[in-house]
């Protein structure tokens, strides 16, 4: 069984780079694209992008000047870097394999704060 | 990039039927987008009841379905319960994206 497991720095401050890495346990992890959603405090998902284990990227139009995913397919992991942060950013942060959506991460909050 | 949209809020009495649908502002919705749901309750994660428009994941219960309804995707619920009060999202996948709809609140009451 598939399981994910995020981590992560959780306060960051405006201006900074949000840096947060899943790694992928049991099943194949080259068979699939791998996938990183946010979600602001009380409001709804949003999909950031997706990275396969050759490194072939999708993301969102409105991030992707800032959204660096990589992966490291000898540790089965892969990683989202989302540059000049600010308050908008304040989310929890989720890692999921993109087939069928499942299964997904434990989430993790990162707060944008001065 | 494209916007989903959702029906902001419904009700469904205990035991009835309602569907909840997601549209695309770039035209019909088709199989092509391989429709997404999942349901979120508050203070838990978001988990995955359809996917690729009419498949079940093994913990999604029978009462929950996915189609295409009108140049939409559909969820289906019937015979409402009161644990199914929730959020639920829709997912669509475009080429080199893929976008969240914005959310429907489904009261049980």
């Known amino acids: 069984q598939v399981q994910l497991q995020q981590w992560g720095a959780g306060l960051l401050k405006p201006s900074e780079t949000l840096s947060l890495t899943c790694a992928v346990y049991g099943g194949s992890f080259s068979d699939y694209y791998w996938s990183w959603i946010r979600q602001p405090p009380g409001k709804g998902l949003e999909w950031i992008g997706e990275?396969?284990?050759?490194?072939?990227?999708n993301s969102n139009p409105s991030l992707k000047s800032r959204v660096t995913i990589s992966v490291d397919t000898s540790k089965s992991q892969f990683s989202l870097r989302l540059s000049s942060v600010t308050a908008a950013d304040t989310a929890v942060y989720y890692c999921a394999r993109a087939s069928r959506l499942d299964p997904w991460g434990q989430g993790t909050l990162v707060t944008v704060s001065s | 990039q494209a916007v989903v949209t959702q029906e902001p809020s419904l009700t469904v009495s205990p035991g009835g039927t309602v569907t909840l649908t997601c549209g695309s502002s770039?035209?019909?919705?088709?199989?092509?987008?391989?429709p997404y749901w999942f349901q979120q309750k508050p203070g838990q994660a978001p988990r995955t009841l359809i996917y690729d428009t009419s498949n079940k994941h093994s913990w999604t219960p029978a009462r929950f379905s996915g189609s295409l309804l009108g140049g939409k995707a559909a969820l289906t619920l019937s015979g409402a319960q009161p644990e199914d009060e929730a959020e639920y999202y829709c997912l669509l996948s475009y080429i080199g994206a893929k976008v969240f709809g914005g959310g429907t609140k489904l009261t049980v009451l």
């Open positions: 770039t035209g019909g919705v088709t199989s092509g987008h391989y």
């Open positions: 990275i396969n284990h050759s490194g072939s990227t």
